[in-house]
């Protein structure tokens, strides 16, 4: 079945420490995102991919970076400039601009 | 600048009870997307719907139910008849426009509960 794959689903790490989320689908879609979800509150966009080798930074790009040499992939590296990383990670993909969002099935990272 | 804003943080329903979810957007675009997603405890989010701002028409399906009204520029979401697998965060999102922005807006999320 097509789906996004996100790994691993729990995340621990150090403080200090870059840390990179993966995010795989094999819908064929255009274009990735990327989406922080912090207790109770709704989720923000940190990057975004409408096509291989190019991103844009969402509302909250401070402290991450990503990449897209595939269309299928799309990796977050949480680095150590982000303050406050722990939170709920989901990826999204979409096929173009008049189709819905698919997402994965998120992975937390806890910073300790 | 978008806003979505889902003024309930939490619901508590006994089952089989109707239940409406409201949503209250601002945009100043004239055409836009709006959206509901449910958030199981499992944490993935699954599509309920997609709304263009030109169709205006009630949706049904199902149980599920969705009133979109420009006017109030909401779009508010009901369960008929709830059940306890209703038990989730539902979130409304509108899809950013403008300047090349993608992505979407998400509220704050109800978190539906549902009592047996």
């Known amino acids: 079945d097509g789906g996004i794959t996100q790994s691993p689903k729990y995340l621990f790490r150090k403080e200090g420490q870059n840390v990179t989320l993966s995010c795989e689908q094999n819908?064929?879609?255009?274009?990735m995102y990327w989406y922080r979800q912090d207790p109770g509150q709704g989720l923000r966009l940190i990057y975004y991919?409408?096509?291989?080798?190019?991103?844009q930074k969402g509302d909250i790009a401070e402290g991450y970076s990503v990449s897209r040499e595939k269309k299928e992939s799309f990796p977050l590296t949480v680095t150590s400039a982000q303050k406050n990383p722990t939170a709920f990670y989901l990826c999204?993909?979409?096929?173009?601009?008049?189709?819905?969002?698919?997402f994965g099935s998120g992975t937390r990272l806890t910073v300790v | 600048a978008q806003k979505v804003t889902q003024a309930q943080t939490e619901i508590s329903v006994v089952e089989k009870e109707d239940v409406t979810l409201d949503c209250v957007y601002e945009?100043?675009?004239?055409?836009?997307?709006l959206f509901w997603y449910k958030q199981p405890p499992s944490g993935e989010l699954v599509f309920l719907i997609r709304?263009?701002?030109?169709?205006?028409q009630n949706e049904i399906s199902g149980r599920y139910s969705w009133n979109f009204q420009k006017s109030t520029s909401s779009f508010n979401f009901t369960i008929t008849a709830s059940q306890v697998v209703d038990s989730a965060v539902y979130f409304c999102?509108?899809?950013?426009?403008?300047?090349?922005?993608?992505?979407?807006?998400f509220g704050k999320g109800t978190h539906l509960i549902i009592q047996p």
């Open positions: 999204a993909s979409k096929m173009g601009p008049f189709y819905g969002y698919t």
């Open positions: 999102a509108l899809r950013k426009t403008g300047g090349g922005a993608d992505g979407l807006t």
């Open positions: 991919s409408q096509i291989v080798n190019d991103f």
């Open positions: 819908l064929n879609h255009d274009a």
């Open positions: 945009t100043r675009d004239t055409t836009y997307y």
């Open positions: 709304r263009n701002s030109f169709d205006e």
